[in-house]
Every structure is written in C-alpha cells, then in structure tokens.
Nanobody, 118 residues
Framework: QVQLVESGGGSVQSGGSLRLSCVAS????????MGWFRQAPGKERERVAS?????TYADSVKGRFTISRDNAKLTLYLQMNSLTLEDTAMYYC??????????????WGQGTQVTVSS
C-alpha cells in the first residue's frame, strides 16, 4: 500500500523558514520522481519543485526553496527560506513513476498546512 506522509508545516512569520518532510512507503522510492505541490484557497494547484531525472522549481520559489531526497530514508524534503505571505498554502507531496517528472503524479499525501503571517 502506497503512503506519502507529510510533516513540518506550521505557522511562521514573513522572512522565516520551514522544512517539510515526506516519508514514503509501498513503492520503489528511488526510481520515482518526487514532487512538492501547493494549493492556496481559491487558487489552482501549483507544482513547487520536483526531483527526478532533473530538479525543477517554480519561478516563484527559485532561490528560496530547496528540494532534496534521502533515498535510504525514503524521505523527501522541502527547505523553505525567506517565506512570504504568498507562500501560504496546503503543501502536498506526490510521486510519479515517470522519472522525468512528466505527466500526472500517481500518488499523493494528505498535505501539510503552511501559514505565513506578517
């Protein structure tokens, strides 16, 4: 049974940092592209970052967020620095068997809330 369990969300002031974690189980983690997505109220879901054959970032987070993965621990991370109000959203971890991170993602976590205040 595939599971993706996120943690690390919370409330932080603008300019602060958070580190999200996602522990995976039930699939061959090292062969999957892993990604972080976010969705704010009233907005479409956005891919924040992904890690597979290549690492990509949304323009809105480049230089502030870093995605990393520990294949031995089956864990995906998202280090978020210099947070702004616009980063407030529910953050989701996702996985796809497409190593190039193309197309839809097969598996999703339940999400962790990030709230940035001024």
């Amino acid at each position: 049974q595939v599971q993706l369990v996120e943690s690390g969300g919370g409330s932080v002031q603008s300019g602060g940092s958070l580190r999200l974690s996602c522990v995976a189980s039930g699939f061959t983690y090292s062969g999957y592209c892993m990604g972080w997505f976010r969705q704010a109220p009233g907005k479409e879901r956005e891919r924040v970052a992904s890690s597979g054959a290549i690492t990509t970032y949304a323009d809105s987070v480049k230089g502030r967020f870093t995605i990393s993965r520990d294949n031995a621990k089956l864990t995906l991370y998202l280090q978020m620095n210099s947070l702004t109000l616009e980063d407030t959203a529910m953050y989701y971890c996702a996985a796809t068997s497409n190593w190039w991170c193309a197309g839809g993602f097969n598996y999703w976590g339940q999400g962790t809330q990030v709230t940035v205040s001024s």
